[in-house]
Nanobody
Framework: QVQLVESGGGLVQAGGSLRLSCAAS????????MGWYRQAPGKQRELVAR???????NYLDSVQGRFTISRDNTKNTSYLQMNSLKPEDTAVYYC?????????WGQGTQVTVSS
């Protein structure tokens, strides 16, 4: 099992930045990948970004070039740096990790971007 604690959400004006953090309860070296999903009201949950154990990354098209996912293996933490935020980025953001084929989810953190 892996417990995840997210932080860094909040309210920001359009064009601003936020950094989300996801701290894992165990070493992230054994994880296949770490990632972030988001879910806006009335919409399906969607993958925002992932980073693999070897460092590969992929991003949702609409955040490419604005968001950056990274990981710090020494702190068992992943980060999502979000720049040039838009009102349509407003959602609950969830951290997810995959370990031995099983997904583990955080509790979610609210990100609200005002216009």
């Amino acid at each position: 099992q892996v417990q995840l604690v997210e932080s860094g959400g909040g309210l920001v004006q359009a064009g601003g930045s936020l950094r989300l953090s996801c701290a894992a309860s165990r070493s992230i070296l054994s994880l296949n990948y770490m990632g972030w999903y988001r879910q806006a009201p009335g919409k399906q949950r969607e993958l925002v970004a992932r980073i693999g154990s070897s460092g590969w990354t992929n991003y949702l098209d609409s955040v490419q070039g604005r968001f950056t996912i990274s990981r710090d293996n020494t702190k068992n933490t992943s980060y999502l740096q979000m720049n040039s935020l838009k009102p349509e980025d407003t959602a609950v953001y969830y951290c997810v990790v995959n370990r031995f084929g099983c997904d583990y989810w955080g509790q979610g953190t609210q990100v609200t971007v005002s216009s």
